[in-house]
């Protein structure tokens, strides 16, 4: 708990109080912890594994937002404003998450409101980055789509280094795009040198290079 950006600059003693006041549930791989469109006012924590958050879409589409690793926190906008959740939540390994429900969390945050204030930091950056998607799903090509969703990913540590296990499908629901073009994207920034391209992985070999490509430098 000490290390999650939600306990931040928090006292010690509030640490102690914090970890009663969590559930430990253990989940494993592939499993649904909530849809889109339920209700549901708890947050998450994930302490070991990794949980994937997603949308699926009437036609079957799907979109994912994120992968969230040890010490990464979601379900808290359902948790602020008791609406349904904005996006579905599964995880993609055998993972242990650490769930606060909203009782339990006004009842810490009266008494430390540091942890109110990191919640509202965590929301910035990812309103900061939703942003940042916005404009790059509105404006840039497939190439810095493409570029942007595998920037993504490493900045999300979700890869081993800079190799990720990751089909083109799955790039293809990243970046908004189809799978056909992410295909002929991959081929155009492997002769480039920019990744090197396997059966069921990528691997970036530029990343400066590839964020280059994301803001259309390139
Ligand atoms: P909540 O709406 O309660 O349930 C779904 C959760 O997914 C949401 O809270 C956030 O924690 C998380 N989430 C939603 N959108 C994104 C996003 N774009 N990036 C990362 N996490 C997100």
Redesign the pocket.
């Known amino acids: 708990l000490a290390k999650t950006p939600l306990f931040q600059g928090v006292p010690p003693q509030a640490i102690e109080v914090a970890r009663e006041a969590f559930v430990t549930r253990n989940y494993p791989a592939g499993k649904l912890i ?1 849809e889109a469109g339920d209700m549901g006012a708890a947050l998450y924590i994930v302490q070991s594994g990794q949980v994937r ?1 997603f949308r699926t879409y009437l036609d079957g589409r799907e979109r994912m ?2 992968y969230l690793g040890p010490g990464e ?7 602020l404003d008791d609406q349904p ?3 579905s ?1 599964e995880t993609t390994v055998d993972s242990v998450l650490l769930v606060l429900y909203q009782d339990a969390y006004w009842s810490l945050v009266r008494k430390w409101p540091e942890i109110l204030h990191n919640l509202a930091t965590i929301l910035a950056r ?1 309103l900061r ?2 942003d940042l998607e916005l404009e790059v799903l509105s404006f840039e090509e497939a190439r810095g789509r493409v570029a942007y969703a595998l920037t993504k990913l490493r900045k999300q540590r979700y890869g081993d280094g800079l190799r990720m296990k990751l089909t083109h499908q799955e790039l293809a629901q990243l970046s908004g795009t189809s799978r056909e073009t992410v295909t002929r994207v991959l081929h155009a920034l492997r002769e480039e040198q920019l990744v090197k391209v396997g059966s069921g992985f990528v691997e970036i070999l530029d990343p400066a290079g590839l964020e280059e490509v994301l803001f259309g430098l390139r």
């Open positions: 909530f958050i937002f994120a926190v979601f379900g808290e906008m359902s948790l959740r904005s996006a939540a990812r980055e939703a």
